[in-house]
């Protein structure tokens, strides 16, 4: 064996050094939290389908009363109950102007003499359904929005303070989500409602005012979390405040989860808005929601299903998109999902 | 009057179906109205007695559940409409809404001078078997004046008609001493206030039914809070009802005097407050009938069940004159004319509200009261404060002037529902567009807290509605008396209170001078004043099942009667 | 353990206590009288209604005889029921709303779980896309268009079921219980699926799969089990979704439940059964919230109580 091993020629090694230098050189590119989120996100086709969507809809939201010939609020009482026309597509026999009435199918334009095109109807005060729709959508959004902001800015702060201090202070600040916890929200934002007068500020504070514990919760436990993790402790024994420990080191790691809860936020407020028309505490005409839409519309699903049809397509694109959205984000930003 | 009162029949049974809507939606305060139903009620119903073969069962939905039955203590057109179908008082209405002798055995004696009635009382039977007897009809009213009891209608429907009432209700004259008195076991002595044209015609009202003396002492608080604490003596029984259930059954009295006549063995309740489910519920064949409403009614509108009435409620705005103290711009009479002629009444009753619902200018309703010679009290005024834009603008801008505004912002008080929203939303569009300058803001909030702002007159504009209490156009002109109960707008015109109070005064007896006294009066409420504005008078539609036959429907007291009512080729 | 439960139900009646006092001065501050008919009493009549609700004493007294009441487990007289017993009201109209929201939450749960089951186990497919689809439906449509659609195709094309009412024995809680069970379905097909495929995942799946156990052993064995036990934590907000759903499903299908009686209590300013209703409501999901954080605690021993989590 040995004498083998004497025959190698000496050419055939190389002698090589270890350079400590590149020991902790990273071979992939290093990506700031967005570009790694981006990439990841965007391997996930249902989320980015989604984004579209949002993004279609939001234009839309405020497009659509633009682009129809009819004012949202305009009553042209000659012209109530008509179904969807559509030039063009008219002649394929569908969006034609054909609607049903004590069970014959007829043309209801023809019957009414009227010229003009509204594209998804008219309600029963001869309003354009497509200018009613895409303000409902505004105005559901907004709400969304809002509320999920308020939950979003209240949650944090709440959150924040009660876990990166601890303590006595985090024990009475969980102790007061402890009770508010208890409180069904539905009861909390029914009563509200009753109290304060009906329209959209009502709702949303109706919405925030049990919304934001959700978040707190959220926030609280990922700070208790990373608070006391290695790369805190070598911050704040560098000297770092604890100001530039909450922005730089632990707001940019919960960030992920306060965006997925918020994406979360936004279709339960829509969603509860929409509930709240039903029981009569929705917005006050003649403004429109989503959910007013809706509730106008779902007596009539046998005879003019229109009126139902797009706010309530409407309402659930909005629905998938948003939480197809967060489930994307979540395994997006989870970095056990890291590759 | 033989073919008035066939009009006024098959009005009557259009009525039927609203009701539930209506009663939380954008009517008065709980009275009840009436109505009726039964397509044929114009021909069939007098007439033979069919065969009953069949099972005699009706399928009812109510739009609420029954807040009582206590007869004092009923408000509400559910209540009213199931005494009316199981209790009797001394009248009842009959097949043409006409009060006749039910429990009186005829006619009654009158004095001279119109004050004393005297009542025979007939044989007949509470439904445990104990006799009904004139100490019944004295203790049930006094009972309803008795300040302990919290009687609404008792004070309301006595006070002015029977001796001390007014006295009693203010406090001052204890309520043992209500004119009314049974002289023996069946003699009934009821003593007026002063003669009162329309007294008869209250005797069949729910507030003036008897109460059994012995069993409504022993069941104290819980009379009739169930079906098992409650008596009736009239064609049905209540059963099957817990208090507060959403289901409850009538069924067959047969300790009823007239249980002859009756031939349904049972009618069926269950309370559906979705109009769709309702629908949906006639179209499976599980309720015979069905009230429609607002876009669904388009939908049946050729359908062969479908049965239109005429109801006698009529709607209209109140202007209020004076809030929080302060004379609001409805004070001005101009400004008045120019709203109550600024929409289109017509679009509003075919388009928005499209449920077999008329125009109304007027007050007093049409189809409602009538001379002995058949001629509608409509006959004598006709329309007034018609639609009429030009009108409407050029009294607008005498109005604006007279304030010294370019532009007025006013607020319409209205109901929460579907119905009553998308009204709103019409007056609003209708009267921005035609009276430059104005801007409306929609209040719209539930029954309570609507009665609440009317009371403390927190409102500008409110869209109202009252249904008679009894057959007589004094129950719509009392309304709007300097202290009228329902005044609340601060509206006062001298002249008009005279008049008004001449025809239950001095001109009592003389039907024809008391009938143009409210006339004149309704003329200068609504033409010269426009202390409000007319809207729409109400009409129901509903699906009924063709095999059900002889249901009747009234204009005021309880909405239907099944007395008569039979199923027939289900 | 026993500390931690006792520590919860204490807080549990801080939190009852604060809700019947908001509870109590909101409705006072509510427009609307709840006398229905009191502007046509006279003052002395006004004065008999009054004093029968005890509306007559000064509101501190009212308030301390309200709470007084409430802990003997009386919620004081309906106003719109002349008389009536909240009390016997909520009771007289449990039955239903359990029965619904019982056989919703069993059957949303059940049927969520195979979705998620599915999802996870076929992830990325066109299985897992539809089951997820059909979840985000569940809670993308609100439920009072779900129900519709129910009633207009099963019972009044199809005719299979009746429309609405409930008087045909389990019959008619059918339609009712699928349209309340989207929403528990929804999540729990959800949550079953991010659990799954995180366990999935796990170190001791992989070892059991290395050892040669067969895919539906993994998935049923050991997966399925450990995903499971989460699921146990969201039951509260699920219960809560519940009590929404009530509020609709029993309107449209005229079921004499609580939450068909809340609305008619909202609708005509019932302030008595609007209180009641909410307590019973809030005891009973501050309850389930109770039972799910100790049942938690039970099964799964790595959350030994280091605070509810719901």
């Given at each position: 064996m040995t004498q083998n091993l004497d025959k190698l020629p000496t050419e055939s090694f190389k002698r090589i050094t270890i350079d400590s230098s590149q020991a902790e050189k990273i071979s992939k590119p290093s990506l700031s939290f967005w570009q790694d989120a981006w990439l990841r996100i965007r391997k996930n086709k249902a989320a980015i389908v989604s984004m579209v969507l949002l993004v279609l809809i939001i234009v839309m939201a405020f497009l659509g009363p633009v682009l129809s010939?009819?004012?949202?609020?305009?009553?042209t009482i000659t012209h109530a109950n008509l179904p969807p026309k559509v030039q063009g597509i008219e002649k394929l026999g569908f969006m034609d102007g054909v609607g049903v009435v004590g069970g014959k199918e007829m043309d209801l334009y023809e019957r009414k003499k009227v010229d003009e095109y509204y594209w998804f109807g008219t309600d029963g005060l001869g309003r354009d359904m497509f200018s009613r729709l895409w303000e409902g959508t505004q105005i559901s959004l907004f709400i969304a929005f809002v509320a999920a902001f308020i939950d979003l800015v209240v949650g944090v702060i709440y959150g924040g303070i009660s876990g990166y201090y601890g303590g006595r202070v985090d024990d009475a600040m969980q102790r007061v989500v402890e009770i508010l916890i208890g409180i069904p929200n539905l009861i909390v934002v029914i009563l509200m409602i009753l109290v304060m007068k009906p329209g959209i500020t009502a709702i949303i504070i109706a919405i925030t005012l049990t919304g934001w514990i959700g978040m707190s919760r959220i926030v609280r436990g990922q700070i208790l979390k990373f608070k006391n993790q290695e790369f805190v402790l070598a911050s704040r024994t560098l000297g770092a405040s604890n100001n530039r420990i909450i922005a730089k080191h632990l707001i940019p790691n919960i960030l992920g989860v306060i965006i997925i809860n918020t994406m979360f936020t936004i279709p339960g407020a829509i969603f509860f808005e929409a509930f709240l028309s039903f029981i009569g505490l929705g917005l006050q005409p003649p403004a429109a929601s989503l959910g007013t839409l809706i509730n106008d519309g779902f007596r009539l699903l046998e005879f003019q299903p229109y009126i139902l049809l797009y706010p309530s397509l409407v309402l659930s694109l909005l629905m998938v998109a948003f939480n197809l959205l967060g489930d994307g984000l979540r395994d997006a930003f989870d970095p056990k999902m890291k590759d | 009057m033989k073919k008035s009162k066939l009009v006024w029949l098959l009005s009557l049974m259009l009525v039927l179906s609203v009701f539930l809507a209506a009663c939380g939606e954008d009517e008065k305060p709980a009275t009840s109205e009436p109505k009726t139903e039964d397509k044929d009620a114009g021909t069939e119903p007098k007439t033979e007695t069919p065969v009953v073969e069949e099972d005699q069962i009706l399928n009812l939905v109510m739009g609420a559940e029954i807040p009582t039955m206590d007869s004092s203590l009923v408000t509400d057109s559910v209540g009213f409409d199931l005494l009316n179908n199981t209790n009797e008082g001394l009248y009842r209405l009959n097949q043409e809404n006409v009060a006749v002798p039910a429990l009186a055995e005829a006619e009654p004696t009158i004095s001279e001078d119109g004050l004393v009635y005297t009542f025979k009382i007939r044989d007949a039977k509470w439904s445990d078997g104990s006799a009904v007897t004139a100490g019944d009809f004295e203790f049930a009213w006094k009972r309803a004046m008795n300040p302990d009891t919290a009687s609404e209608y008792g004070p309301y429907m006595m006070s002015g008609v029977l001796k001390n009432a007014t006295a009693i209700s203010e406090g001052t004259v204890d309520y043992t001493e209500l004119g009314v008195k049974a002289v023996d076991e069946k003699t009934l002595e009821v003593t007026l206030e002063k003669p009162t044209p329309y007294f008869l015609s209250l005797m069949s009202f729910g507030t003036y039914l008897p109460l059994n003396e012995a069993f409504v002492t022993a069941q104290g608080d819980a009379y009739a809070t169930n079906s098992e604490t409650v008596l009736s003596n009239g064609p049905f029984k209540l059963e099957a009802w817990d208090g507060t259930g959403l289901s409850w059954k009538l069924v067959k009295n047969d300790q009823y005097w007239d249980a002859a006549t009756v031939k349904l063995t049972e009618i069926n309740y269950d309370v559906v407050k979705e109009t769709a489910t309702i629908v949906n519920l006639y179209t499976t064949g599980k309720k015979d009938r069905a009230g429609l409403s607002g876009d669904l009614a388009m939908q049946y509108a050729d359908d062969p069940d479908l049965v239109r009435e005429l109801d006698t409620a009529v709607f209209y705005f109140k202007f209020n004159q004076e809030r929080n103290g302060e004379k609001t711009p409805l004070a001005n009479v101009n400004i008045r004319e120019a709203i109550a002629k600024g929409f289109n009444k017509q679009d509003l009753v075919d388009v928005v509200l499209n449920n077999g619902s008329v125009v109304a200018n007027y007050l007093v309703p049409a189809e409602f009261t009538f001379t002995e010679n058949g001629e509608d009290f409509r006959a004598v005024n006709g329309d007034m404060a018609v639609h009429n834009v030009e009108e409407a603008q050029a009294a607008w801008k005498k109005g604006l002037e007279e304030l010294g505004k370019t532009e007025l912002s006013l607020e319409i008080l209205g109901g929460d529902s579907d119905l009553a929203k998308k009204m709103d939303e019409y007056f609003k569009d209708q009267l921005e567009t035609n009276l430059e300058g104005l801007t409306i803001t929609l209040k719209e909030v539930p029954f309570a807290v609507r009665l609440d702002l009317d009371t403390n007159q927190d409102y500008d504009i409110q869209n109202a509605g009252w249904g008679p209490d009894f057959q007589d156009p004094y129950t719509f002109m009392n309304l709007w008396l300097t202290d009228g109960g329902n005044n609340q707008m601060s509206y006062s015109n001298p002249k008009y209170d005279e008049l008004v109070n001449s025809a239950v005064g001095e001109l009592a007896l003389d039907a024809d001078a008391r009938w143009a006294a409210m006339a004149e009066a309704e003329k200068l409420l609504i033409e010269e004043d426009f202390a409000i504005a007319p809207i729409y008078q109400r009409g129901t539609m509903s699906l009924v099942k063709p095999y059900v036959k002889g249901v009747v429907t009234h204009s005021f007291g309880g909405d239907y009667s099944y007395k008569w009512a039979y199923i027939e080729g289900k | 353990m026993a500390k931690y439960i006792v520590k919860r139900v204490f807080y549990m009646f801080i939190t009852l206590f604060l809700i019947a006092t908001a509870t109590f001065f909101l409705m006072k501050t509510l427009p609307g009288s709840p006398i229905s008919s009191a502007s046509k009493l006279n003052p002395q009549q006004l004065a008999v209604v009054e004093a029968k609700y005890g509306l007559d004493q000064p509101l501190p007294v009212q308030y301390g005889k309200y709470m007084l009441n409430l802990v003997q487990g009386d919620l004081g007289n309906s106003y719109q029921f002349k008389g009536a017993d909240v009390t016997d009201l909520i009771i007289s109209r449990l039955g239903p709303s359990f029965i619904l929201g019982a056989q919703g939450l069993i059957l949303g749960v059940a049927i969520g779980i195979i979705l998620g089951m599915i999802a996870a186990l076929k992830q990325n497919t066109i299985w897992d896309y539809g089951s997820t689809f059909i979840a985000i439906i569940g809670i993308s449509i609100p439920s009072f268009v779900f129900a519709t659609f129910l009633q207009y195709w099963l019972?009044?094309?199809?005719?299979?079921?009746?429309?609405?009412?409930?008087?045909?024995?389990?019959k008619s809680s059918i339609m009712p219980s699928i349209a309340l069970a989207m929403g528990p379905l929804a999540t729990a097909a959800r949550f079953i699926r991010t659990e799954m495929i995180e366990v999935l995942s796990s170190d001791y799946i992989t070892l059991a799969k290395s050892k040669g156990a067969s895919s539906f052993e993994v998935a049923f064995k050991h997966a399925f089990r450990n995903a499971l036990i989460p699921l146990v934590t969201v039951l509260g907000p699920l219960a809560a979704g519940l009590l929404t759903g009530s509020l609709v499903i029993e309107n449209i299908f005229a079921i004499p439940g609580i939450g068909e009686q809340f609305v008619k209590a909202i609708m005509v300013s019932d302030f008595s059964v609007i209180m009641g209703t909410t307590l019973f409501f809030s005891v009973f999901l501050i309850f389930v919230i109770l039972v799910v954080d100790i049942l938690y605690g039970i099964i799964d021993p790595r959350i030994r109580l280091s605070g509810g989590n719901s």
């Open positions: 010939p009819h004012d949202a609020e305009k009553q | - | 019972a009044i094309k199809w005719e299979l079921l009746p429309v609405a009412l409930w008087d045909d024995g389990w």
